[in-house]
């Protein structure tokens, strides 16, 4: 049969997917990555539950780009025209080399090889353009992440003061509308296994207890149960729509949520929480999901929960906060909040005092790291209590939640309840803002990373050199600093446009230099 196109004799011969085809396969592939995975990875970051996760959003843009990758590399045969090399149909296929090739089929050999290597690199770059496009749509939760998440904190002094034993809460406040008073320093749960710490908070006065079935596997919820036997009347008791394995999604059926709040009653051994979060909330939807409320409003009613509440240190953290607000339905918020935190701030805790929300202060200590400090070796008042003095120092502020599973923490913590912050605590405050100044990525932040040509993971590294100068973590910095993909020898030549970036006005090129000598394994 001849060519329709230019009457040319035609013969069966090698044809792949044109290029333009191929290029707006992979480009659709990176969008649905974008879209989908990064919808995906944003629930996996937030915590929902791990095991009702739509794991299709990441293979779906997956066979996307591998289709594209077989049609650029795959050959098939047609019959093509010798003359114009028409091929049907010609708005997607083109005919492969030049008359050799279209007079046979390739034999195998180094062409086939070759093609080999380039489809499986050409995989390997589309993969990865697809996931750096779920994580580009989710850059903001990265400061977050290091600052929250994956950096360890020094929580404690350096020395235990004597005036510090048999310490007391001194202090209960109003919780907001509920109405409850409660301790201004309250226990978080998160790494509690011994429940006779958690008696030992009670006998020294904390009434707000506070704990998820995420944290350590649902043990934190049993150890706190055994705990309150024979006192749970003197007790605030809050813990989260959760599971073991993460924070429920948004389209949880309702039976499903009231048998998740069940089992919480039952590992606490309690007919009833006085509040639940919907926890670590980065986003809207959730925060006003039908069906969480719907539940709340069914446990309200049995009596097995008394008030609702949203917990929240993540980046849409304002919008979140203010939707809560907005709604009327949540009698209490749990915020990040500590000592030079966002300028702006201020005015998310006056609207929630002025609509009788109460506010619960989490993530007080930020980055703190002060036993490292020389100059914090001696202080007669510890880092923690300035820290919690300030923060209660704003009558917005309800009380503040702190992680504490030792005996220790709670004569050190409870030794700066019912005090007034002092003009001593604020110089402590900044004096250990300014020592770390350059070493610690303020929260929420990553201005500068858009400014690197290079592309630098700039806060990474930063908090590489600062388990390596601070923590005592050698090993581990340089072990992370290793893995990354590029590092910081690109700025000794570089003009370090990211350096008036900085909203601290941290010397990031010099910090940056040091960090590469510092972590840099021995040739």
């Not at 300035?386 to 050190?412: G, H, K, M």
Request: aromatic share 8%; net charge positive; charged share 20%.
């Amino acid at each position: 049969m001849n060519c329709p196109r230019c009457g040319g004799p035609r013969s069966s011969a090698p044809v792949r997917v044109r290029w333009p085809i191929v290029g707006l396969v992979e480009i659709a592939g990176v969008a649905l990555a974008y879209w989908l995975t990064g919808d995906l990875l944003h629930d996996l970051v937030e915590g929902v539950q791990r095991s009702q996760l739509p794991l299709w959003k990441a293979g779906v843009p997956l066979a996307v780009l591998l289709a594209g990758v077989v049609a650029a590399f795959v050959r098939g045969r047609r019959p093509a025209c010798a003359t114009c090399a028409a091929t049907d149909p010609a708005w997607l296929l083109t005919p492969v080399g030049g008359a050799a090739e279209t007079a046979a089929p390739a034999a195998p050999g180094r062409r086939v090889v070759l093609r080999l290597v380039g489809a499986v690199g050409t995989a390997t770059g589309a993969v990865a353009a697809g996931v750096g496009a779920a994580v580009f749509r989710n850059r903001g939760w990265l400061p977050v992440a290091g600052d929250f998440f994956r950096a360890k904190v020094e929580s404690t002094a350096p020395v235990a003061r004597t005036e510090w034993q048999a310490s007391r809460v001194r202090s209960y406040r109003r919780l907001g509308r509920t109405n409850a008073m409660v301790s201004d320093i309250s226990l978080g749960s998160g790494r509690i296994n011994d429940a006779g710490v958690a008696r030992r908070a009670i006998e020294r006065g904390i009434t707000y207890f506070d704990t998820a079935p995420d944290y350590a596997d649902t043990a934190s919820e049993r150890v706190l149960g055994e705990a309150m036997k024979g006192h749970r009347d003197k007790l605030f008791l809050a813990t989260k729509f959760c599971v073991a394995d993460g924070h429920l999604p948004n389209d949880t059926p309702v039976p499903k949520i009231l048998e998740a709040v069940e089992g919480s009653l039952r590992r606490l051994q309690t007919d009833h929480v006085d509040l639940i979060h919907i926890h670590s909330c980065d986003r809207v939807d959730r925060l006003m999901a039908p069906n969480i409320h719907e539940a709340f409003d069914r446990l309200k009613e049995q009596g097995k929960v008394r008030f609702l509440g949203v917990s929240t240190h993540t980046p849409n953290l304002e919008e979140v906060a203010n939707t809560a607000i907005d709604s009327g339905r949540f009698d209490v918020m749990m915020l990040a909040y500590h000592f030079g935190m966002w300028p702006s701030f201020g005015h998310i805790l006056e609207k929630a005092k002025a609509h009788d929300v109460g506010i619960v202060a989490m993530k007080t200590l930020k980055g703190a790291k002060h036993t490292n400090l020389a100059d914090f070796q001696q202080e007669a008042s510890a880092y923690s209590q300035s820290a919690f003095r300030w923060v209660l120092s704003n009558p917005a502020v309800s009380c503040l939640v702190i992680s504490i599973s030792t005996y220790d923490q709670i004569d050190e913590y409870l030794y700066a309840s019912g005090t007034a912050v002092q003009s001593a605590d604020v110089a402590l405050l900044k004096r250990y803002d300014q020592l770390i100044a350059g070493d610690y990525c303020q929260p929420h932040c990553g201005v500068c990373l858009d400014a690197c040509p290079a592309g630098l993971p700039i806060n990474d590294i930063l908090r590489y050199r600062m388990y390596f100068k601070d923590y005592g973590w050698e090993k581990e910095g340089m072990r992370l600093y290793a893995a990354l993909a590029r590092n910081a020898t690109v700025c000794a030549s570089c003009s370090a446009p990211c350096a008036p970036t900085c909203p601290t006005g941290v010397p990031i090129r010099a910090k940056l230099l040091e960090a590469h000598g510092l972590l840099s394994f021995p040739a």
